[in-house]
């Protein structure tokens, strides 16, 4: 099978280096940076760099890149993909990718199918790049109602092969619900978490509960920024539930309720044992 992956980033670069390091298959790229490409070039992640000549040989088109460049690029090329070939997007929002590309891929006669990797690193670029990345991860896949079965099959095979040890199935409704939750809540967390008047002044003081809350509160500015407010609805049903709940912490202590705040900390860690099975 031959493979183009357009962007050639962390997420991109990884994925190029683990389907050419461990599957048959040919991998093509291209990157907006040239250095990108020739890196990946030189490091044997890509067998030549893809130009939009090479989409019709593709058999399987993978688009990495923010939600909005996804669409508009899939879009301007969707007469130049293969008759039948699939093409995905890695993007970390699925309702706006998918509801702009389902009639765009009947029209042009390809198999368009959402997926979301669940790994990832806080650093960018093809030089973080690494085959391992998805080792013991979950892919997520959002095929319309009316995929077949046996393109969704294909791409299940092809990332059990690369290291994914789960892949769900979802509809972009629900992962995008939970996704709010699962990650971008984490990272809207955690960078407001850090802007403490004492941040600066903490060190000597941390261990690991402080190391395990703020690790993603480094993030790529402009990709979150994107990714928050094409799932606004989603994302601030969950701002909300958390403020709720800390206010709920903060008149507990305020009113130096200890028997609520025992409550309050006793139904979380109830919880959490819960959700950890």
Same mark, same amino acid.
């Given at each position: ?14 994925? @190029? ?101 669940? @790994? ?10 690494? @085959? ?59 960078? @407001? ?85």
């Amino acid at each position: 099978m031959k493979v183009g992956i357009i962007g050639l980033g962390l997420m991109g670069g990884s994925l @190029a280096k683990a389907i050419s390091f461990g599957t048959e298959h040919t991998v093509w790229g291209t990157n907006r940076s040239p250095e990108a490409v020739q890196k990946a070039l030189f490091v044997g992640a890509i067998e030549k760099e893809l130009t939009k000549e090479d989409l019709k040989e593709c058999d399987l088109v993978i688009v990495s890149l923010y939600p909005e460049a996804t669409v508009d690029y899939i879009r301007e090329n969707a007469k130049l993909f293969k008759k039948g070939a699939i093409v995905m997007d890695i993007s970390g929002v699925k309702r706006y990718v998918c509801d702009a590309l389902y009639e765009v891929a009947k029209e042009n006669d390809f198999v368009f199918i959402g997926a979301h990797p669940m @790994a990832g690193l806080h650093l960018s670029g093809f030089e973080h790049s690494t @085959a391992k990345i998805f080792n013991n991860s979950s892919m997520i896949l959002t095929p319309y109602e009316d995929t077949a079965w046996g393109h969704i099959n294909t791409i299940k095979e092809l990332f059990l092969k690369i290291g994914f040890t789960n892949i769900q199935m979802s509809t972009p409704e629900e992962h995008d619900k939970i996704i709010a939750f699962t990650s971008q809540l984490a990272h809207v967390v955690s960078n @407001a978490y850090v802007k403490s008047p004492n941040a600066l002044i903490h060190k000597g003081f941390s261990a690991g509960s402080y190391k395990d809350l703020t690790r993603v509160a480094y993030l790529n500015e402009n990709m979150w920024s994107e990714l928050f407010l094409e799932n606004r609805d989603n994302l601030i049903n969950e701002i909300d539930s958390i403020v709720n709940n800390l206010v709920q912490y903060k008149e507990a202590i305020e009113n130096n309720d200890r028997e609520r705040l025992s409550e309050l900390l006793r139904d979380g860690k109830l919880l959490k044992e819960q959700i950890d099975g």
